[in-house]
């Protein structure tokens, strides 16, 4: 009887304050994203204004210096290279990707689950061990030059680990669960009927794939390059493992100012450069090839 | 006679279920030609060969004389309006409709006045910059089938494309598609399960059952001379009877049935004493009088009224003839019979029908 008058109670103070219901529901989601997420990175815009302390810490002193610095031929070099090897590494994974996912999704129900989780088992080890396997394989004396020097096909061993196509190999591997998973849930939506119009209307495979498949899927394209484009950009475990001091990315250049440098200040101003670059690239990638055509069929 | 598809012995199978069975089949060119059967009966499977989604495991298909058996379907001169319409959701109206003819590499300034020319054929003049998705059903069935009828193909083919419509549109559509068939001249092979839309629309209809052509002919012929009780039982109603033959004359035949009934039956050559016999009885071919009657029909039989179904324009009475003999009358307002009817349950009457209107069934 108490409960169920309060229950009333709560129920018509929320109809008279019809915002406060709407805010009551959110607020769970609200506490977490402003608490783990929004705070730190209040912090480190803070911190990225401020002057390095002598031991690791900040000086409560405001300063530009901390992006000044930035613009440095040497730091821009790795900007250039980190947005060249993730853009890389999208264009590969949507080849791989799409080929992969439209044949998972038009295989046989049984077929399609077990294909689809051997898509996701990668996941169930941590990708620092999947990558440091990478650095056994590609070694001087991994097992691939071993290999190719059992079969005589090279004498000398190839220089393979600690280089950008070692970071590429390394990035599309460890993201093409990211890639084939959207693109999946894309093509096997996609009504089988629709692909026999556009053949009956004398459309070869070529342009069926070109004016009706493409277009129809664009809302897996464009999640998957985004999904492997924003990670890649701010990795640095593959990058560490695979490409060494000599192929930095910024990731590398951010863990760096934050571990042994000790410089928190420019290690935050290089990852708010990063989201910046970050946030405008994908803007203007939903605005441009997403066009009106994705907006229609968002709605 | 100019034949514009022609079936020659095809089977399709998909491992080991036989979709289509050895159909032979000619359709002419300007023929509205269904296929008519249950879900099953592998008449969709039939259109799809056609249309060259499916490729025969046997025999050979010919699209105005060239076998195209093998040939993928943007190489056939065949275009399909699919049951669910299949329209393009990410193009508009206009782009959906002059999809073949860029294929085509038609000039870009003929297109536009050919899509503007088939939205007039379909009445949807001025919609080129809708969306498929604001059409209403019946509209996007229209759009389909401009989109199909713009690259004038030899043959068109129909899978069930009024099914998803409601009945009234469905009438009106029914007439339409028949008049534009008539208009543009184009071969349409039309997939139904629907009976009367079979009737109604066909020049031809070819009635199958798992696979196999039953029977093929005109609307008339499959109504009035089902050759089996499959199409008789499938096309309208029937009343079907089963006996043996006792007698047979120059014009007639005589036969008990299972159920105890003397019936006469129009001469057959392929029938003699003492044979086993099917025929079937259409329900609106009976008469119905109080008792003792005037008909001179051969069969007269005293029947008891077991149950009555009043429909408006008609009246459906079930009647047993014998305990073991039960048959269905429909009576018609305004036919001869009609005027004497009002029989109640329980009622005798007197039930009589012409010898030649009972149909000898092959199996």
């Known amino acids: ?299 | 006679m100019d034949i514009s598809v022609e079936l020659k012995d095809v089977t399709k199978q998909f491992g080991d279920v036989i979709a289509v069975d050895n159909v032979k089949l000619k359709i002419q060119r300007g023929e509205f030609f269904s296929l008519l059967g249950p879900s099953g009966c592998g008449k969709t499977t039939t259109l799809r060969l056609v249309a060259g989604f499916e490729h025969p495991t046997d025999g050979e298909i010919l699209i105005n004389n060239e076998n195209v058996s093998n040939k993928r379907p943007y190489e056939r001169n065949v275009n399909t309006v699919f049951q669910s319409y299949a329209l393009f959701p990410h193009l508009t109206v206009a782009g959906n409709i002059k999809f073949g003819l860029e294929r085509k590499r038609t000039p870009k300034d003929q297109i536009g006045k050919l899509v503007a020319e088939a939205l007039e054929l379909v009445r949807l003049a001025g919609m080129e910059n809708r969306y498929p998705r604001q059409l209403s059903g019946g509209q996007q069935q229209r759009i389909a089938l401009a989109r199909a009828l713009i690259l004038h193909p030899e043959v068109l083919l129909l899978d069930e494309p009024l099914g998803a419509l409601d009945l009234k549109l469905r009438k009106e559509m029914q007439l339409e598609l028949k008049t534009l068939q008539a208009r543009v001249g184009i071969t349409f092979i039309y997939v139904t399960h629907d009976q009367e839309e079979a009737l109604t629309m066909s020049d031809r209809i070819a009635v199958m059952d798992k696979g196999r052509l039953v029977q093929v002919g005109t609307p008339e012929e499959i109504y009035e001379f089902p050759k089996t009780g499959f199409v008789a039982d499938f096309i309208g109603e029937s009343n079907f009877f089963a006996g043996e033959i006792i007698a047979v004359d120059e014009d007639r035949m005589q036969m008990n049935t299972d159920g105890g009934l003397k019936v006469t039956l129009p001469a057959d050559p392929n029938f003699s004493k003492g044979q086993n016999v099917h025929f079937s009885v259409r329900p609106e071919k009976f008469r119905v009088e109080p008792q003792p009657g005037t008909s001179d029909w051969e069969n007269r039989f005293i029947g008891e009224v077991a149950n009555k179904i009043y429909l408006g324009d008609s009246v459906h009475y079930v009647i047993a003839l014998s305990p073991a003999e039960k048959i269905t009358v429909f009576l018609k307002k305004g036919s001869a019979a009609y005027q004497q009817i009002f029989f109640s349950v329980g009622d005798k009457v007197l039930v009589s029908w012409h010898k030649d209107d009972s149909i000898i069934l092959s199996d």
């Open chain 1, 1 to 299: 009887m108490q409960s169920g008058t309060l229950r009333i109670r709560i129920l018509k103070f929320f109809n008279r304050h019809k915002n406060t219901r709407a805010f009551s529901i959110l607020f769970p989601c609200i506490f977490w994203i402003g608490v783990f997420f929004l705070l730190p990175l209040v912090f480190m815009g803070i911190y990225s204004f401020l002057e390095r302390g002598l031991y690791g810490g900040v000086n409560w002193i405001f300063t530009w210096k901390n992006y000044t610095r930035f613009v440095d031929p040497l730091y821009l070099k790795i900007l250039l290279r980190t947005f060249r090897i993730s853009f890389i590494t999208t264009v590969i994974l949507l080849m791989i990707g799409y080929p992969m996912a439209y044949r998972i999704a038009r295989a046989d129900k049984r077929w399609r689950n077990i294909l689809l989780f051997l898509v996701i088992l990668p996941f169930w080890t941590s990708d620092l061990i999947r990558t440091y396997a990478w650095m056994l394989i590609l070694r001087d004396t991994g097992l691939l030059n071993g290999l190719l020097q059992y079969l005589h096909i090279i004498r000398e061993p190839l220089s393979l680990l600690y280089t950008e196509g070692a970071i590429l190999l390394g990035l599309a591997y460890v993201y093409l669960p990211f890639m084939v998973l959207p693109l999946y849930a894309s093509i096997e939506r996609l009504d089988p009927s629709v692909l026999e119009a556009a053949e009956d209307l004398g459309a070869t495979p070529f342009w069926r794939f070109l004016k009706v498949t493409m277009p129809l899927t664009k809302s897996g394209i464009m999640a998957g390059s985004l999904l492997v484009f924003i990670p890649s950009v701010g990795v640095f475990v593959v990058s560490d493992l695979l490409g060494g001091a000599k192929v930095m990315m910024i990731g590398n250049l951010v863990q760096l100012q934050f571990g042994p440098a000790r410089n928190w200040p420019f290690g935050s101003a290089a990852s708010f450069i990063l989201m910046a670059i970050v946030l405008f690239a994908v803007f203007a990638y939903l605005r441009f090839a997403g066009g009106k055509e994705a907006l229609e069929e968002a709605r």
